[in-house]
């Protein structure tokens, strides 16, 4: 075990870089978390340490309560919220938290962003949703998370007056779906400034998605008969 939370700590660390190569967060805001595999556990970023200090030994392991477990470390004040979101959606391996800012834009107006884009179709399957607001520190925002992307294609959700949560079957992926979901948003909010951006038909965002989600990218290698 002690072998895949250093894996964990290595990877959850290196993501955090991503979310600085993309701009999605200013100063020390925003984190990654990753799930343990086969265990009640999750590896964090600590609270309000910069991104340039961060390394897989500060990196801190939580149960999913949210109580520290390993690292000399505060965990992220949103330790609570990704905890909830591990112990209600068992197929969620990486949660990943910014406040990157066309994205944090239509949460600020606590509007959902309409599926105009074929990208968007193929990443989130439809509009991305808002949840509710919620205060910071416990697990109310994870509540609003669970129960506005439960049973809803997207891995995103704009958190009303806060900013941007993204879910993934692992960290990787839930930080492809807080950078997607960013350029998703810049592009509406250009779209819209120019005008009415044109509709999707239904079927068609269905088939886009079923095309990326089954279709899209190189095949793994044959199984042996």
């Known amino acids: 075990m002690s072998e895949i939370v250093r894996k964990l700590r ?20 925003g984190n990654v978390s990753a799930r343990v595999p086969g265990e009640n556990l999750m590896v964090i ?22 109580t520290v477990v390993e690292g000399d470390l505060s965990p992220s004040s949103d330790t609570a919220a990704h905890a909830y979101v591990y112990r209600a959606m068992p197929e969620v391996g990486g949660v990943v938290h910014t406040h990157s800012t066309y994205a944090t834009a239509w949460a600020a107006r606590g509007e959902s962003i309409p599926c105009h884009l074929t990208a968007q179709a193929d990443e989130f399957g439809g509009e991305i949703p808002v949840g509710p607001f919620a205060l910071i520190g416990g697990d109310d925002i994870g509540k609003g998370i669970v129960a506005t992307l439960s049973g809803h294609r997207s891995p995103a959700v704009l958190m009303r007056n806060h900013g941007v949560f993204t879910i993934g079957k692992d960290a990787k992926a839930a930080v492809k779906a807080a950078v997607m979901c960013e350029d998703v948003a810049r592009t509406a909010h250009l779209a819209r400034s120019l005008g009415q951006p044109l509709p999707m038909a239904a079927a068609d965002v269905d088939a886009l998605y079923h095309r990326y989600q089954n279709v899209y990218g190189q095949a793994g290698p044959p199984v042996a008969p």
């Open 10 to 29: 290595e990877q959850v660390a290196g993501l955090h870089s991503e979310l600085t190569r993309y701009g999605l967060v200013a100063w020390t805001a």
């Open 45 to 66: 970023k600590p609270s309000g340490v910069s991104y340039d200090d961060l390394s897989p030994a500060n990196m801190i392991v939580c149960d999913l309560n949210g």
